[in-house]
């Protein structure tokens, strides 16, 4: 039935030319050629775009202007004889949906609501490249190779593990939602938690490094970082409200109010407002010190709470930091600072580094989650900073997170970021051994890795 209906969308939108159709000028029939290599690289890069636009594109690069109301009359002959890409309602699609529109429509929804994104346009030579279906930009290639010695490292004498790397590929690309790849790497035969967790680290990289139509052509971290520009900073902190007798978020089986919202209420979960303006006030010094040295950002980021600037914003200069942790030792070295925050500094100076680990439970002093440093699973409570983190990560438990743990005077605390999936299974881990709240614990998350 899905096929006999796609088959009848085709054509539906893809009708032959009539015969005035020949009568077009040899000038104009040599462009086809040039206009099918533009068509197929936008096509490909971003799923769906309309003729006007295409247009655009190809006259920013060309002396020989086309007309959006050509496009149609150019392409057709091509389209019929190969399908690389097609004719829908008001589009120019990929031809990976002549078997499957509703994928397209998808695509289509989402372009709709990222109105305000620019899509993803890199240089001619680049964009061109995106005429073979199958091309890799560096830096995702680089990943993805990386997944498949790690997959083939793991699964050496399996057979099927070309099938299910194919498969992960498939679902980060295809899948609207965004963990849909999780579904397939739940079902990997994997050894051990620690295994399955190393893998899916390098698997979160690689997904994110894909050009995904429905984001434009952008990966799902450029998309992020565009939205929160053009998106008031307000509407990006808006959680979905969660009225008081609803069932709670965490999934606890409780009501919200006599769950987390009792939780968040109570404020003990988190910093008090005298230690998180401290925390942020050392987070910021140490971040601006980031940006000026490495010329991140055109911002004097000053050291002082609250801050003006978008998380995005925040998350580009983290990156540098993660990629180069003794940059704070540098910082140590010339900052001028109180000592309290010169102490808070130096236990931050060894140990900074990023971490997953699983959300299990909120608790009214901390939440508790479990971290595997030394080959065994055991727990730690995390404190919020300026909200408690059933808030900052209200969703249902446990579930997966990637984080930088530090020692904040006597509680552990995260730096600012958590990046949270849903879990991939239900993992056994002992609930019922001490959960570790001292700070001088994390030493040993660098000693042991």
Same mark, same amino acid.
């Given at each position: 039935?899905?096929?006999?209906?796609?088959?009848?969308?085709?054509?539906?939108?893809?009708?032959?030319?009539?015969?005035?159709?020949?009568?077009?000028?040899?000038?104009?029939?040599?462009?086809r050629?040039?206009?099918?290599?533009?068509?197929?690289?936008?096509?490909?890069?971003?799923g769906?775009?309309?003729?006007?636009?295409?247009?655009a594109?190809?006259?920013?690069?060309?002396k020989?202007?086309?007309?959006?109301?050509?496009?149609?009359?150019?392409?057709?002959?091509?389209?019929?004889?190969?399908?690389?890409?097609?004719?829908?309602?008001?589009?120019?699609?990929?031809?990976?949906?002549?078997?499957?529109?509703?994928?397209?429509?998808?695509?289509?929804?989402?372009?709709?609501?990222?109105?305000?994104?620019?899509?993803?346009?890199?240089?001619?030579?680049?964009?061109?490249?995106?005429?073979?279906?199958?091309y890799?930009?560096?830096?995702?290639?680089?990943?993805?190779?990386?997944?498949y010695?790690?997959?083939?490292?793991?699964?050496?004498?399996?057979?099927?593990m070309?099938?299910?790397?194919?498969?992960?590929?498939?679902?980060?690309k295809?899948?609207?939602?965004?963990?849909?790849?999780?579904?397939?790497?739940?079902?990997?035969?994997?050894?051990?938690?620690?295994?399955?967790?190393?893998?899916?680290?390098?698997?979160?990289?690689?997904?994110?490094?894909?050009?995904?139509?429905r984001?434009?052509?952008?990966?799902?971290?450029?998309?992020?970082?565009?939205?929160s520009?053009?998106?008031?900073?307000?509407?990006?902190?808006?959680?979905?409200?969660?009225?008081?007798?609803?069932?709670?978020?965490?999934?606890?089986?409780?009501?919200?109010?006599?769950?987390?919202?009792?939780?968040?209420?109570?404020?003990?979960?988190?910093?008090?407002?005298?230690?998180?303006?401290?925390?942020?006030?050392?987070?910021?010094?140490? /971040?601006? +010190? !980031?940006?000026? *040295?490495?010329?991140?950002?055109?911002? %004097?980021?000053?050291?002082?709470?609250?801050?003006?600037? =978008?998380?995005?914003?925040?998350?580009?200069?983290?990156?540098?930091?993660?990629?180069?942790?003794?940059l704070?030792?540098?910082?140590?070295?010339?900052?001028?600072?109180?000592?309290?925050?010169?102490?808070?500094?130096?236990?931050?100076?060894?140990?900074?580094?990023?971490?997953?680990?699983?959300?299990?439970?909120?608790?009214?002093?901390?939440?508790?989650?479990?971290?595997?440093?030394?080959?065994?699973?055991?727990?730690?409570?995390?404190?919020?900073?300026?909200?408690?983190?059933?808030?900052?990560?209200?969703?249902? /438990?446990? +579930? !997966?997170?990637? *984080?930088?743990?530090?020692?904040?005077? %006597?509680?552990i605390?995260?730096?600012?970021?958590?990046? =949270?999936?849903?879990?991939?299974?239900?993992?056994?881990?002992?609930?019922?051994?001490?959960?570790?709240?001292?700070?001088?614990?994390?030493?040993?998350?660098?000693?042991?890795?």
């Amino acid at each position: 039935m899905k096929e006999s209906l796609s088959i009848k969308n085709f054509e539906r939108y893809n009708k032959p030319l009539g015969p005035d159709s020949e009568d077009l000028p040899e000038s104009r029939k040599s462009l086809r050629e040039n206009l099918d290599m533009y068509t197929k690289a936008a096509t490909n890069l971003y799923g769906a775009i309309e003729p006007r636009k295409l247009a655009a594109i190809y006259n920013k690069y060309n002396k020989i202007r086309v007309e959006p109301e050509e496009i149609r009359e150019l392409l057709m002959p091509l389209i019929l004889e190969n399908k690389d890409y097609c004719f829908y309602k008001d589009y120019i699609v990929t031809g990976f949906t002549i078997d499957d529109f509703d994928y397209i429509e998808m695509v289509i929804r989402h372009h709709e609501d990222l109105q305000p994104v620019p899509p993803y346009e890199p240089v001619k030579a680049e964009f061109l490249k995106y005429a073979d279906p199958y091309y890799q930009d560096k830096r995702e290639k680089k990943l993805w190779d990386e997944l498949y010695e790690l997959m083939d490292e793991t699964f050496p004498d399996s057979p099927r593990m070309e099938i299910w790397f194919g498969r992960l590929w498939f679902a980060g690309k295809y899948e609207e939602k965004a963990s849909g790849y999780l579904e397939v790497f739940e079902n990997l035969p994997h050894r051990s938690l620690k295994q399955k967790m190393k893998m899916l680290g390098v698997l979160n990289e690689a997904c994110n490094s894909l050009r995904l139509h429905r984001h434009k052509g952008h990966t799902s971290v450029e998309a992020a970082e565009l939205i929160s520009k053009v998106l008031p900073r307000d509407a990006l902190r808006t959680f979905q409200k969660t009225e008081m007798d609803d069932p709670c978020p965490c999934g606890s089986g409780k009501k919200y109010w006599e769950c987390c919202r009792a939780i968040e209420n109570a404020k003990t979960a988190q910093l008090s407002k005298e230690d998180c303006q401290l925390f942020f006030e050392t987070w910021y010094g140490l /971040l601006g +010190y !980031v940006n000026r *040295t490495k010329h991140v950002l055109k911002v %004097d980021l000053k050291p002082i709470y609250p801050n003006v600037l =978008a998380d995005a914003q925040y998350l580009e200069i983290r990156k540098y930091l993660e990629a180069e942790p003794s940059l704070i030792a540098d910082y140590i070295s010339v900052c001028d600072v109180s000592e309290e925050k010169l102490e808070i500094l130096k236990s931050w100076r060894d140990i900074y580094k990023t971490s997953m680990g699983i959300m299990l439970e909120h608790r009214p002093e901390h939440s508790v989650a479990a971290f595997d440093f030394e080959g065994t699973l055991k727990l730690y409570g995390i404190k919020g900073l300026s909200m408690a983190l059933s808030l900052a990560a209200p969703r249902k /438990l446990p +579930y !997966v997170i990637e *984080t930088v743990l530090l020692p904040f005077k %006597d509680v552990i605390i995260y730096d600012t970021f958590i990046q =949270a999936q849903p879990a991939f299974e239900r993992m056994k881990i002992d609930r019922d051994q001490e959960v570790i709240t001292n700070p001088g614990c994390l030493a040993m998350i660098c000693a042991s890795d």
